[in-house]
């Protein structure tokens, strides 16, 4: 496990920030509040296996008595890099990015299940949006009850779905939270 390299950080930043905007400063200079220590410090970011982990500094301090080879993860797995360098965020990701999302879509009941299969969001689905939402940013996916889903990217600005058809994309799927439980049940 070691901290990430100045390439890496950027990657990982420009991800984080395509989905939380300004608030991403809340999550790097966030306080921690676990471990035994009187003044636990922050999280940081690591990388252990072409995982990025989100973990506190003193989760981490302990860590460092664990050898690498036996070394499963630390903190929360956030994304990992594929083998051609490039960053890809994971569904463990998506309570971080709930918190801090800037851009919002809650779906109707009846289009949950829809997104949860893996398909993107259609205008007929759509309870509510933020506005200034633009074509291209990242989405945090939401049900009525303020559950998070899952995220994507804006397939429409918020003024054009307005005057879309009821089956325009609005959202194209990247993750949602079934995709957790698929992948637990190959394991």
Known sequence: MRPLDEKET?????????????????????PAVEGPDDRPGGYCFRLHKNRVYYASESLVRRATNVSRGRLVG????????????AFRLTIHALDLLAAHSRHKV?????AEMSFLYGNSVLKSGLGRITDN??????????????VPLGFGVGARSTQDCRKAHADAIVVNHQADAGEYLRNEADL
């Open 10 to 30: 950027a990657a990982v930043f420009e991800k984080l920030f395509k989905f939380t905007g300004p608030n991403l400063k809340h999550i790097v200079e966030r």
């Open 133 to 146: 939402v633009k074509s291209g940013d990242g989405v945090v996916v939401f049900s009525m009850s303020d």
């Open 106 to 110: 809650w779906l109707k009941p009846t």
């Open 74 to 85: 630390v903190g929360t797995c956030i994304g990992k890099f594929t083998h051609h360098g």
